[in-house]
């Protein structure tokens, strides 16, 4: 599966891909999710999917890119640093988005996503952490840390991981895998 003309990638991400055969049927929602690769990825998949982003012109593209392959996603255009989520789903996702958001919104939004996912959901989260050659903002969200272990402590952790790679600018920054389960309300 792929997507013409992404801006950020062709291809959904890998995590996504390997799990998900464990999200719950159902709804998902794509925190940050730009011109949808995921998106697409998971409404061909059979799941209802809505995408928040702020970047108009990328749902624009993946508003018009669906219609054109028959997928129905909802978008909504909206800032993640003043985003409250208001509906439950049964699965919740972001990838590489919190080092856009300001280190209190950051938190206050795993919190929401936490409180908006149902019961046997999944949370796949993915982003930088504090340790590498980024020149670090510290107002903004990066994991620090065990931060993602401690807030899902009560959630069951189906994978955790920290790892260090190339960014598209070429800097070498570690990043933070989480795929927890809601067991507990």
Known sequence: MSIQNPKWSNEPNKYLVEYIEDLKKGTVLDLGGSDGVNAIFLAQSGFDVTNVDKDAEALRLLASYSKDISLEINTVNANLNEYNIDNEYDNVISFYTFHFLDKDSGQKLIENIQSKTRLEGLNIL????????????????????????????????????KFTGSTKSGLSQEREVLVAKKVVS
């Open 126 to 161: 993915i982003g930088f952490t504090d340790q590498g050659e980024f020149k670090l903002n510290n107002q903004k969200c990066y994991f620090v840390d065990n931060f993602l272990l401690d807030i899902y402590k009560s959630w069951e952790i189906l994978y955790h991981s």
